[in-house]
């Protein structure tokens, strides 16, 4: 898949989820929620690797595994971009661009 397919599915997601969250909270969340939201699966993560690489006891409920929270973690990226007008595709762009011309690639 690629990125601008990944961006069009995600907002779309999220819209989804926006109207779960209207009808059961009575409005949808705040980008400072989405933010915190992906703080949290950015924390599991970290708890998830050190778990991969037995540095930290692994729960006896492996899901969600790393890799579907490395996706998640993704589509809150760009939930969050949408949501705050940036281009997601174009920031990351710049940044490996920035990265390549940093490093002399």
């Known amino acids: 898949m690629d990125i601008t397919e990944a961006v069009k ?14 009808r059961h909270h009575g409005n949808k969340w705040s980008i ?18 050190m778990a991969q690489q037995e540095r930290w006891p692994a729960g006896a409920d492996p899901e969600p ?7 998640e973690c993704l589509w809150w990226l760009i939930v969050l971009a949408d949501r705050m007008d940036l281009d ?15 490093l002399g690639e």
Do not use: C, M, P
């Open 9 to 22: 599915r995600s907002v779309q997601i999220r819209n989804l989820y926006h109207e779960l969250e209207i």
């Open 32 to 49: 400072e929620e989405d933010a915190l939201a992906f703080l949290t699966d950015a924390g599991l993560v970290g708890r998830l690797t």
């Open 65 to 71: 595994g790393l890799e579907q929270k490395l996706a």
């Open 88 to 102: 997601f595709e174009a920031a990351v762009g710049k940044f490996l661009k920035d990265k390549e011309r940093l």
